[in-house]
Each structure stands twice: as C-alpha cells, then as structure tokens.
C-alpha cells in the first residue's frame, strides 16, 4: 500500500491571498522546475525567478496559483 504525504497539490490551494505569494517556491506544473515569487508586479503578474535557468520574468497569477508549491528544490 502506498501513502501519501502532505501533497505539493493540496500545499497549493493554502494561498489564496495573492501577498502570500511571494517568497513561495512553486513549480510548473507536477514535474516542472522549481520557481520563487519575487515581488508582485501588478495586481494580476508576479515577478518569478526560476531556480534551475536563473530566468526572471512576469508570470500571470491566475497560473501561479494553479501550480503545486515544491517541496524540493533541485
């Protein structure tokens, strides 16, 4: 039998307030690379950093908050 932990899906759904977004390390999607939220840049984009490239960019909140927390960063 396989168990499950405290699961990047359910960490995900914890910020609603999109504040309490920056500083999260997030990925994209399931098995994709690991990002952290810099700052909000606008009402509706956040500044991200993605850890493994070192790119930074404005990414849409609605899909941040679509994306499971990582709890490992490669």
């Known amino acids: 039998m396989q168990t499950t932990g405290f699961g990047e899906e359910r960490q995900a759904e914890l910020a609603q307030d999109p504040k309490e977004l920056v500083g999260q390390f997030r990925r994209f999607g399931p098995d994709g690379p690991a990002y952290q ?3 909000l840049s606008t009402e509706r984009e956040a500044f991200i950093h993605v850890v493994y490239s070192g790119e930074e960019l404005d990414y849409p909140i609605a899909e941040i908050m ?9």
């Open 37 to 39: 939220i810099v700052r």
């Open 66 to 74: 679509t994306h499971p927390i990582a709890e490992t960063i490669p």
